[in-house]
């Protein structure tokens, strides 16, 4: 008899068939289940680094007039409720209005926690208090979707997480590793557009033109140039587009040019400079928002200048080859300058991104 | 582990001589910022300034 015609190799071949049409979901759920829990402990892992981390630069730094692990907790489960966008008109401003709200409540408890904190602790514990509880947020919402689909017994619903996981991991560990940088006032890599503008900055006079933000006036060529970045070397952002506002209320600007990290596709080399139109600036969107709406009002050209690189690159320490790049950066600006302005115009040249470690 | 992949990061600094522009790369000490005044020159009586500051991993 030849094995075709065999009762029990057939035997063996329909069995594991009719296994995996009725057990085969079930089964896939097991194998990525198995994956998900070795992410989902890892992120447990570094949600509790944060925390730590924070509670231990908070004890061994600040004054704290008491124990500030109950109040770090309460912060670190804070939420945002976004604004409606069924009617989108006017979304920005909520949105604006909602994530200031926010800054500004965090900012204020953290002072309560040590009033005699200087701004540059300040905004180095605000920065820090972020990351521990965005670590938070990625463990709870990852640990829920995977307990959903554990619980229905439901193979479907846990495929978006299966396919999102390595980019969530990606994001994960490099807030992870960010820590170290802004505990020691190190520049990360986002920093590369207010190291540009600040070292051009250097001998001129500053002056705060919005909320942690400073600009200097220099010349260059017979043209008028406006610095502009978030004052350093605070981890800050600071509000470049509340800024452009007050510039452009007093001054005729005839281009901006913009310098920034992007993130780079895969396959680009790291630290490679791009030029290009458009406002470079991220974040959730409202400071972008605002500049291209005073630029198209006051027809303003609007140039940027970018450095690419990863999302761990752009959060940690600044790497060799991004620092590398900032004299490159600052030739091309002054060659755009050259380029797309007459004598006797005026330019505002906005250093991009968090100034940690970086003043001017 | 022995084939573990972690890479350590170390912090440099690089300080320039206003002088006569030697470039100097050391390690980061706790209180380094860019472009603040950092030690005397090696090679000549110059102040140098730290003009970058970075990490390489290993």
Not at chain 1, 295 to 307: E, L, R, W
């Amino acid at each position: 008899m030849s094995d075709d015609t065999n009762p029990i190799m057939m035997l063996i071949w329909i069995i594991p068939i009719i296994i995996f049409v009725f057990y085969g979901q079930r089964i896939q759920l097991y194998i990525t289940s198995a994956e998900i829990k070795k992410a989902i402990k890892k992120l447990d892992g570094f949600k509790d680094e944060s925390r730590n981390e924070l509670i231990d630069y908070i004890k061994k730094n600040l004054k704290t007039k008491d124990d500030p692990i109950k109040k770090i907790d309460r912060f670190l489960d804070y939420f945002t409720i976004m604004p409606v966008d069924m009617d989108p008109n006017g979304i920005v401003d909520k949105v604006r209005h909602t994530v200031r709200s926010r800054e500004d409540y965090t900012r204020k408890h953290v002072k309560l926690l040590s009033p005699e904190i200087s701004d540059f602790e300040l905004a180095k514990v605000q920065t820090l208090l972020e990351i521990a509880s965005s670590l938070q947020m990625i463990y709870k919402i990852v640990n829920h979707m995977y307990l959903t689909a554990k619980k229905q017994n439901n193979y479907p619903l846990i495929l978006p997480l299966q396919m999102l996981l390595p980019f969530i991991m990606e994001h994960a560990e490099a807030m992870k590793e960010a820590i170290p940088a802004f505990k020691a006032g190190q520049p990360v890599g986002d920093g590369i557009g207010p190291m540009v503008v600040g070292k051009m900055m250097l001998d001129s006079q500053k002056e705060t033109v919005a909320f942690q933000t400073v600009l200097a006036k220099t010349e260059f060529e017979n043209r008028k140039l406006f610095l502009l970045k978030a004052e350093g070397p605070s981890s800050t952002v600071g509000r470049p587009a509340d800024a452009l506002e007050t510039i452009v209320s007093g001054n005729k600007l005839d281009a901006i040019i913009m310098i920034d990290a992007a993130l780079k596709m895969e396959g680009e080399d790291s630290a490679s400079v791009a030029q290009g139109f458009g406002a470079a600036i991220g974040g959730i969107g409202i400071d972008r928002f605002q500049i291209e709406e005073i630029a198209t009002a006051n027809n303003i050209p609007v140039f940027s200048i970018v450095v690419k690189q990863s999302v761990k690159e752009a959060i940690t320490l600044m790497t060799k080859e991004i620092a590398d790049q900032a004299d490159v950066v600052r030739s091309q600006v002054y060659e755009m300058i050259q380029e797309n302005t007459k004598q006797d115009q005026s330019v505002l040249i906005i250093g991009v991104g968090n100034t940690a470690g970086v003043p001017q | 582990m022995i084939f573990s992949k972690k890479k350590i990061t170390t912090a440099y600094a690089v300080e320039k001589c206003k002088k006569c522009g030697m470039l100097r790369k050391r390690k980061f000490t706790e209180g380094d910022i860019l472009f603040s005044e950092s030690s005397k020159c090696t090679s000549c009586d110059g102040m140098t300034s730290i003009e970058k500051i970075f990490g390489e991993s290993i």
